[in-house]
């Protein structure tokens, strides 16, 4: 399969616009780290923006960075840790979980709106996601949003393109908001609690006012598989605070007394608290073999623990993010009936996120969406893509 | 003035019929279609701007209001939504031809779930009445734009509302996480839910700020937070904008985000002191008020630690709020600004543009000869965190000279936005207002995929039709 990958906008926009002319599909990537993701995309050429890299405006004193969509995320993490800032969302590296050793791009990670522990706090990829450049599916080059935090001119394709997986537009470059990283991390462990009284741990812990920044809960099969957690030998409820070092100590102090209720909790250090939230936020408890399924699913945080004995009863394992509202599952195949009904029944969504390829091509990989919605869903699609060629099919067949 | 589309004749020749049709939908009660009952709906928050509308509906159900859309839909007859009426850029400006959706009917808050830290309400509750629900158990309702008394987060949705301390909690967009929407066909359809993160495309995010072009939001699912233990105030006043914005950078620097950071030019603190007596330093040029979170002893500590970096920039006035009365105080000037410009002014233009905040003092600096230039006063209130400007322009709304001067000098003031990197509008909205100036942000090629994204939800462009988009390229 051959891959374009043009060096600059204008390029992206005259190979999407030839593409266009012709007819012919693209599968849409970066570096191809997510390719195990949602429906396989069936496109003669692949296109990527992985050459558009290079950050083109940092200003840490303005919270703003700017970079070219192939710019790799650890590139970013890199430049923005060395003026003491973080990516507010805390994007995973799911590439254990999805057995690739591609890198990912910041345009990948937009596209995919990804985030990790921390978008319970302070929101997700979209949310902090302050312009963007695309080409359209008829090759023509779209802003929207800018460089400033705050700006509600016109219709918001920000949001609109993160989370589209390529489908709409390809991003050429974002401009996101960025924060100072907290001096120091802490986080409370609570052994031995099941799901249903961790999530009330957790709920408890977001619902204080220490402003707890992580909340999650590892069976204690997940549990074992994390080194700083593996000698507990039971299941782990997590609550996280990052802050100055005077206020880690204090609120996990005050934490502590109002979760005494719950049961002891001990106090993780900040190296160790870094290595146990990067495991969850990469998901590397329930990396697994090709075979499996893994399913990415978002509830209402008490509804976490309905969905994961579901997924557990046939035959999956699984952990809890996001207070519980976050239920990541790796599971056999024949599970997917299960775990679908359950975040059906929750009100929630899900997102297919590692299945042979057979499977993706034919399971439901996001839920179906209701008719009036799915008219919308096409109207839009063909608002950008009047000929469907970018990423069809990848979110649903026939789109 | 800014031009209202051509009202449809057929339409208004149908008017009694449109009028006995929405009767036989609503309670008698709902339906307002007598010339003096319809007045107060001729205008909103920029009320230089007044249009009869052709009725009023008030709905107290998402079921009647699919009614009404969809009779709407089938007469082809415009549709003008609106919550408290509270918009400073016209977003809820009537079309003579068109039914206004008021509502304020629906009401109720429907649920609150304080595990899950969601709230169900209905559009016409009031954003403050959202935090009054919820704050005996300790929590809040992030959001809060300066009319939170009246304003509805229905409305909110729509502008994607911000406010004062939206530099920690974001604005609307950051804070939601479901809808109930009607469609322009009367369908009701449920956006996301009690749950993060849509898994297709985002309508959530799509739908809030897009000023009624889409839908009409009848619900809405809020994350509710739990209130810091405290918040506590400081004010520093300095001898030059550009000191002040320095200042604003060093506390950035140093890590600390504080929960508000509020900049005022020296016209607007000598007009919000005359007010409030808030105890604002008359010899500051830029004052700045500067709000953080936590426990007493963490208020302490990151007070201390941003006096000491105030202390570098040489300040005129240096005042740390002790209590929460002390920091009430220090806020009631800046709360009180529109009515403490009202009161020196007859009429003003609240302008609303964002900047990268390091332009700030060549932009304050050029407002300030644009002020000269067009003989108009300015008072300039800044959210200094995250760049958004409100230049409160005042003029004479009974002087068309006066009047049309004003409205020029704020179309040059968001030019000036644009061009130093910034944007139209940073929370008020497009509306009517700045509909006229959207080309000076974005290209025509961007506009025809906005309207492509209108055209999509709203294929007959009946939902608030004379907003957002310049007339001639709706009409395209």
């Given at each position: 399969?051959?891959?374009?990958?043009?060096?600059?906008?204008?390029?992206?926009?005259?190979?999407?616009?030839?593409?266009?002319?012709?007819?012919?599909?693209?599968?849409?990537?970066?570096?191809?780290?997510?390719?195990?993701?949602?429906?396989?995309?069936?496109?003669?050429?692949?296109?990527?923006?992985?050459?558009?890299?290079?950050?083109?405006?940092?200003?840490?004193?303005?919270?703003?960075?700017?970079?070219?969509?192939?710019?790799?995320?650890?590139?970013?993490?890199?430049?923005?840790?060395?003026?003491?800032?973080?990516?507010?969302?805390?994007?995973?590296?799911?590439?254990?979980?999805?057995?690739?050793?591609?890198?990912?791009?910041?345009?990948?990670?937009?596209?995919?709106?990804?985030?990790?522990?921390?978008?319970?706090a302070?929101?997700?990829?979209?949310?902090?996601?302050?312009?963007?450049?695309?080409?359209?599916?008829?090759?023509?080059?779209?802003?929207?949003?800018?460089?400033?935090?705050?700006?509600?001119?016109?219709?918001?394709?920000?949001?609109?393109?993160?989370?589209?997986?390529?489908?709409?537009?390809?991003?050429?470059?974002?401009?996101?908001?960025?924060?100072?990283?907290?001096?120091?991390?802490?986080?409370?462990?609570?052994?031995?609690?099941?799901?249903?009284?961790?999530?009330a741990?957790l709920s408890a812990g977001l619902g204080s006012p220490y402003g707890v920044?992580?909340?999650?809960?590892?069976?204690?099969?997940?549990?074992?598989?994390?080194?700083?957690?593996?000698?507990?030998?039971?299941?782990?409820?997590?609550?996280?605070?990052?802050?100055?070092?005077?206020?880690?100590?204090?609120?996990?102090?005050r934490l502590?007394e109002d979760l005494?209720r719950?049961?002891?909790?001990?106090?993780?250090?900040?190296?160790?608290?870094?290595?146990?939230?990067?495991?969850?936020?990469?998901?590397?408890?329930?990396?697994?073999?090709?075979?499996?399924?893994?399913?990415?699913?978002?509830?209402r945080p008490s509804?976490?623990?309905?969905?994961?004995?579901?997924?557990?009863?046939?035959?999956?394992?699984?952990?809890?993010?996001?207070g519980?509202?976050?239920?990541?599952?790796?599971?056999?195949?024949?599970?997917?009936?299960?775990?679908?009904?359950?975040?059906?029944?929750?009100?929630?969504?899900?997102?297919?996120?590692?299945?042979?390829?057979?499977?993706?091509?034919?399971?439901?990989?996001?839920?179906?969406?209701?008719?009036?919605?799915?008219?919308?869903?096409?109207?839009?699609?063909?608002?950008?893509?009047?000929?469907?060629?970018?990423?069809?099919?990848?979110?649903?067949?026939?789109? | 003035?800014?031009?209202?589309?051509?009202?449809?004749?057929?339409?208004?020749?149908?008017?009694?019929?449109?009028?006995?049709?929405?009767?036989?939908?609503?309670?008698?009660?709902?339906?307002?279609?007598?010339?003096?009952?319809?007045?107060?709906?001729?205008?909103?928050?920029?009320?230089?701007?007044?249009?009869?509308?052709?009725?009023?509906?008030?709905?107290?159900?998402?079921?009647?209001?699919?009614?009404?859309?969809?009779?709407?839909?089938?007469?082809?007859?415009?549709?003008?939504?609106?919550?408290?009426?509270?918009?400073?850029?016209?977003?809820?400006?009537?079309?003579?031809?068109?039914?206004?959706?008021?509502?304020?009917?629906?009401n109720g808050i429907l649920s609150v779930d304080y595990a899950d830290r969601v709230a169900v309400v209905q559009?016409g509750v009031t954003n403050i009445g959202i935090t009054q629900r919820v704050q005996e158990e300790g929590f809040f309702y992030a959001p809060d734009p300066?009319?939170q008394l009246a304003c509805m987060i229905?409305?909110n949705?729509?502008?994607?509302?911000?406010g004062?301390h939206?530099?920690k909690y974001?604005?609307?967009?950051?804070n939601?996480l479901?809808?109930?929407?009607?469609?322009?066909?009367?369908?009701?359809?449920?956006?996301?839910?009690a749950?993060?993160?849509?898994?297709?495309?985002?309508?959530?995010?799509?739908?809030?700020?897009?000023?009624?072009?889409?839908?009409?939001?009848?619900e809405v699912t809020v994350r509710i937070l739990r209130s810091p233990e405290g918040a506590r105030?400081?004010?520093?006043?300095?001898?030059?904008?550009?000191?002040?914005?320095?200042?604003?950078?060093?506390?950035?620097?140093?890590?600390?985000?504080?929960v508000?950071?509020?900049?005022?030019?020296?016209?607007?603190?000598?007009?919000?002191?005359?007010?409030?007596?808030?105890?604002?330093?008359?010899?500051?040029?830029?004052?700045?008020?500067?709000?953080?979170e936590g426990s007493v002893?963490?208020?302490?500590?990151?007070?201390?630690?941003?006096?000491?970096?105030?202390?570098?920039?040489?300040?005129?006035?240096?005042?740390?709020?002790?209590t929460a009365e002390?920091s009430a105080?220090?806020w009631?000037?800046?709360?009180?600004?529109?009515?403490?410009?009202?009161?020196?002014?007859?009429?003003?233009?609240?302008?609303?543009?964002?900047?990268?905040?390091?332009?700030?003092?060549?932009?304050?600096?050029?407002?300030?000869?644009?002020?000269?230039?067009?003989?108009?006063?300015?008072?300039?209130?800044?959210?200094?965190?995250?760049?958004?400007?409100?230049?409160?322009?005042?003029?004479?709304?009974?002087?068309?000279?006066?009047?049309?001067?004003?409205?020029?000098?704020?179309?040059?003031?968001?030019?000036?936005?644009?061009?130093?990197?910034?944007?139209?509008?940073?929370?008020?909205?497009?509306?009517?207002?700045?509909?006229?100036?959207?080309?000076?942000?974005?290209?025509?090629?961007?506009?025809?995929?906005?309207?492509?994204?209108?055209?999509?939800?709203?294929?007959?462009?009946?939902?608030?039709?004379?907003?957002?988009?310049?007339?001639?390229?709706?009409?395209?």
């Amino acid at each position: 399969m051959s891959v374009l990958a043009p060096g600059s906008e204008a390029e992206l926009a005259a190979s999407i616009r030839s593409a266009w002319e012709a007819g012919e599909p693209l599968a849409i990537q970066g570096n191809g780290s997510k390719a195990a993701m949602l429906r396989p995309v069936q496109a003669a050429r692949t296109l990527s923006a992985r050459a558009l890299a290079g950050i083109s405006l940092y200003a840490p004193n303005e919270l703003i960075l700017e970079a070219g969509a192939g710019t790799t995320l650890a590139a970013v993490e890199a430049a923005v840790a060395a003026a003491g800032q973080q990516i507010i969302a805390e994007p995973p590296d799911l590439s254990a979980l999805l057995g690739t050793e591609a890198t990912q791009t910041i345009g990948g990670v937009v596209a995919a709106n990804l985030s990790g522990p921390r978008r319970v706090a302070a929101g997700a990829m979209r949310d902090h996601l302050l312009g963007i450049r695309a080409v359209n599916g008829t090759g023509e080059v779209i802003r929207s949003g800018g460089r400033v935090l705050k700006n509600v001119t016109g219709l918001d394709l920000c949001k609109l393109l993160a989370g589209s997986h390529g489908t709409l537009g390809v991003l050429s470059a974002v401009t996101i908001k960025v924060l100072p990283a907290a001096q120091a991390w802490g986080t409370l462990v609570l052994a031995g609690l099941d799901a249903r009284a961790a999530v009330a741990a957790l709920s408890a812990g977001l619902g204080s006012p220490y402003g707890v920044s992580g909340a999650a809960f590892l069976p204690a099969a997940a549990a074992a598989r994390v080194p700083a957690l593996a000698g507990l030998g039971a299941s782990a409820a997590l609550v996280r605070i990052e802050e100055f070092a005077d206020s880690v100590a204090y609120r996990t102090g005050r934490l502590r007394e109002d979760l005494a209720r719950f049961g002891r909790a001990d106090l993780l250090d900040d190296a160790t608290s870094r290595a146990v939230w990067r495991a969850v936020r990469d998901v590397t408890p329930l990396a697994g073999g090709p075979e499996e399924t893994v399913w990415r699913v978002s509830v209402r945080p008490s509804a976490g623990p309905g969905v994961l004995e579901a997924a557990e009863t046939a035959g999956g394992r699984g952990l809890l993010d996001w207070g519980g509202g976050l239920v990541w599952i790796a599971a056999p195949a024949a599970a997917a009936e299960a775990v679908m009904a359950a975040a059906r029944a929750a009100g929630g969504t899900w997102m297919l996120m590692r299945a042979p390829e057979t499977l993706r091509a034919v399971l439901p990989v996001v839920p179906p969406e209701p008719p009036a919605l799915a008219r919308l869903t096409r109207s839009v699609k063909a608002a950008f893509d009047p000929k469907g060629i970018l990423n069809p099919g990848r979110l649903f067949a026939g789109v | 003035m800014i031009a209202l589309p051509e009202p449809k004749a057929e339409v208004l020749a149908r008017r009694d019929d449109i009028v006995a049709g929405l009767r036989s939908l609503l309670p008698a009660d709902a339906v307002i279609a007598e010339a003096e009952r319809l007045r107060p709906y001729e205008t909103d928050g920029l009320t230089a701007y007044r249009q009869v509308p052709l009725a009023v509906v008030l709905p107290s159900t998402t079921e009647e209001v699919a009614a009404v859309m969809a009779f709407c839909h089938r007469e082809g007859i415009r549709v003008v939504p609106r919550g408290a009426g509270t918009s400073l850029s016209g977003g809820a400006l009537p079309l003579a031809d068109a039914v206004v959706v008021g509502l304020m009917r629906l009401n109720g808050i429907l649920s609150v779930d304080y595990a899950d830290r969601v709230a169900v309400v209905q559009a016409g509750v009031t954003n403050i009445g959202i935090t009054q629900r919820v704050q005996e158990e300790g929590f809040f309702y992030a959001p809060d734009p300066s009319s939170q008394l009246a304003c509805m987060i229905g409305g909110n949705v729509n502008m994607n509302s911000g406010g004062a301390h939206c530099l920690k909690y974001g604005v609307t967009a950051n804070n939601l996480l479901g809808l109930r929407i009607v469609t322009v066909e009367g369908e009701t359809v449920e956006i996301g839910g009690a749950h993060l993160d849509a898994a297709g495309y985002d309508w959530l995010g799509l739908l809030t700020g897009s000023e009624g072009q889409l839908a009409i939001v009848t619900e809405v699912t809020v994350r509710i937070l739990r209130s810091p233990e405290g918040a506590r105030a400081m004010l520093a006043g300095f001898r030059a904008n550009e000191v002040a914005g320095a200042c604003v950078d060093a506390i950035i620097s140093s890590g600390i985000i504080p929960v508000a950071l509020e900049f005022m030019d020296r016209p607007a603190i000598h007009a919000c002191e005359a007010f409030a007596h808030a105890g604002y330093p008359l010899d500051a040029e830029a004052l700045l008020i500067i709000e953080v979170e936590g426990s007493v002893e963490e208020q302490d500590r990151l007070l201390g630690q941003i006096r000491t970096i105030c202390e570098r920039f040489d300040p005129v006035s240096l005042r740390v709020a002790q209590t929460a009365e002390e920091s009430a105080a220090i806020w009631k000037g800046r709360k009180g600004a529109f009515g403490a410009v009202g009161r020196i002014s007859p009429d003003y233009l609240c302008m609303d543009g964002t900047i990268p905040t390091s332009r700030l003092p060549e932009v304050l600096g050029r407002i300030g000869a644009m002020s000269r230039e067009y003989g108009l006063q300015v008072a300039n209130i800044f959210h200094a965190g995250d760049g958004n400007l409100h230049p409160l322009i005042m003029f004479d709304a009974n002087d068309p000279v006066s009047m049309h001067k004003a409205e020029e000098f704020g179309a040059d003031i968001l030019k000036l936005c644009v061009e130093v990197g910034g944007c139209l509008t940073g929370e008020h909205g497009v509306g009517v207002e700045k509909r006229d100036l959207m080309d000076v942000q974005f290209t025509a090629t961007e506009l025809d995929q906005q309207r492509r994204i209108k055209s999509a939800f709203d294929p007959g462009w009946l939902l608030n039709p004379h907003k957002v988009f310049p007339l001639a390229a709706a009409a395209a």
